[in-house]
């Protein structure tokens, strides 16, 4: 409004800075681009007020309306219900993607190279050591939060009629989450990843009647080697995410499908 | 006009014969007309006159019955002893004069005429309670508006956490030892945490029962739990058994994690963290 005021009332009175940032502020918020980017009832339009239309409007306009309804029970949004331990397992998951995408800039998995390329990402590369331990502490972090949401369920006898099947998927998604974190384990190829998994398909070896077939087919060869760390690279960055997105799409919708979360109790 | 199919304007053709009511479009036309005036009207009225009759010797109903209006009850048992009486030798509503409500209502009238007794153009069916077809289940539910409160809420849970998670890497880094090496094994050598549990079955069971068929049955048994237990409350004091059950499941892996994460030093025997050899334990 300010703008193009100054020359015509007579006394010279030019335009503070601040009203000029606001004018553009809203010619931006006004311009078709905006209007095209946030949606009609985003909290970014122009003359967004709180009501409870606009309320609706937040959540019906907006990619989240994928995995929240408008509504929820007020139970729900307490913290001690749930400790949002399912939401936090999903927040993980994407918080590993995003810096194990990171961390495979820097990593081949090789046996002559593997090694040398997380200690080049440890000394060498910008935040690498930091993106290297925030994925570590994740992962293990990930492990015990979906092993706590699925206690949670239990407690609040949430996988009853009509939640028995996404429990199901739930223990799916749980072995998932450990095969991810052990398949990671052996990439930096170091002793204590060579070792950890030399013990863990031990076990595996011993399924009866098919022990040898199965240990073949995890490692690749006879012991561990450069066919294993390929394996399970190829495991651990793309085939289980894959499979483990595909389960989360199904566990999300069937919780909305279901009615929501369960309780109160 | 609405279109009507051609199988049932054949029925209608058939139907009309046999009652020996006047047909159009009997001679392959297709194309017939509901409202035939002429022709409907002939029809219906010596019908009408029956019923007349025929409601002066019957003693003509005045209450409602099953839910059924008086009037209807009525019109109906007009209709059926004018069919009775009108020699209608197709006429199935021959059975009796009253007759319960269900038959009253349901039973077809037979000529397909444009009108009914009353001029009526359309014809009670049957009645149907409303509780046998639609439930109405409106209990209301104490809900709140996702944005802003669940929203707010998440997103100060996951800021927090990506909070965390910044400093501890900060500060705390990955363990990474030497190159891997297949000719020296570390002594201890163990499994990641998560599996020092089954690894420390395996001090007590044989390979295949501690390393395969333990877990696979725990795992099992963990995926069909919905289906076992067949209990519907949702409160702990109406599930004691299963509380208990899952909590002795829960803390015997608890217990098995930390005593192998902790208490086994080399060789896999039993060492105190607080000894001198200190605790061998990398996450």
Known sequence: MAIGNGSSNGNGHRPKIAERVAAVGDKTRSSQAWNSIFRPGSIYRKGYTD???NRSYVIMNNVLYHLHPVKVKRHAVKVSYTLCLGGLSFFLFILLTVTGIFLMFFYRPTVTDAYANVQNLETAVAF?????????????LMVLSVFLHMARVFYHGAYKSPREFNWVIGIILLTLTLLLSFTGYLLPWDQL????VTVGTNMMGYTPVFGNSVNYVLLGSRTISGETLLRWYVLHVLMLPFVIVIFMAVHFWRVRKDGGISGPL | MPEVPEHLLKRSRERRKALGLPVEGDDGETESTPDAPAADAGAVEP???VAAAASDAGESITEDKGGVPAHLLERSRKRKAALAGGGGDAAPAAAGGGGATRTATAVAAPAPT?????GHTQRLLTVVKSGSIQQTR????????VWPHLLVLEFASILSLMAFITVFSALVKAPLLGLADVNSTPNPSKAPWYFLGLQELLKMFNPAVAGVLIPGIALGLLAITPYIDKNPSHKPSDRKFAITMMTMFLMMWAVLVIIGCFFRGPGFNFVFPWDKQGIFFEL
């Open chain 1, 51 to 53: 009501s409870p239309r």
């Open chain 1, 128 to 140: 690498g050591s930091l993106v290297r331990n925030m994925h570590r502490w994740a992962a293990h």
């Open chain 1, 193 to 196: 990843s060579l070792w950890a």
């Open chain 2, 47 to 49: 019908v009408e006159e």
């Open chain 2, 114 to 118: 444009t009108t009914g007794p009353g």
């Open chain 2, 138 to 145: 409106a209990e209301a539910q104490d809900k709140v508006h």
